[in-house]
């Protein structure tokens, strides 16, 4: 009955904006960390953001530092993230995930959801 599950994903053009979202189920939301991580085509996996579940503190990698934005509504079980002036290299499976841990690490994570294609291309 655990369930993370995204959406938001698309094509969009160099320059662009999406907003991913999150929707959990099956656990206590609010008892857990978020984390943002993403896979391109023959990448490793890699961490984007994270939120904390105490204070709502964020942490981004360098690469989306000014440009993507981390949020979680508690009352709604979601969380988001808000990605703007995206480029190609953004291009990715985007997957949300939750622990009890605050970590920039993905085995810390407990709850994986699906992915979603994120495609920035024109």
């Known amino acids: 009955q655990v369930q993370l599950v995204e959406s938001g994903g698309g094509l969009v053009q160099p320059g662009g904006s999406l907003r991913l979202s999150c929707a959990a189920s099956?656990?206590?939301?609010?008892?857990?960390?978020i984390g943002w991580f993403r896979q391109a085509p023959g990448k490793e996996r890699e961490g984007v953001t994270c939120?904390?579940?105490?204070?709502?503190?964020?942490y981004y990698a360098d690469s989306v530092k000014g440009r993507f934005t981390i949020s979680r509504d508690n009352a709604k079980n979601t969380v988001y993230l808000q990605m703007n002036s995206l480029k190609p290299e953004d291009t990715a499976v985007y997957y949300c995930?939750?622990?009890?841990?605050?970590?920039?690490?993905?085995?810390?994570?407990?709850?994986w959801g699906q992915g979603t294609q994120v495609t920035v291309s024109s």
């Open positions: 995930a939750a622990g009890l841990v605050l970590s920039w690490d993905a085995y810390e994570y407990d709850y």
């Open positions: 099956g656990f206590t939301f609010d008892d857990h960390a």
């Open positions: 939120i904390s579940r105490s204070d709502g503190s964020t």
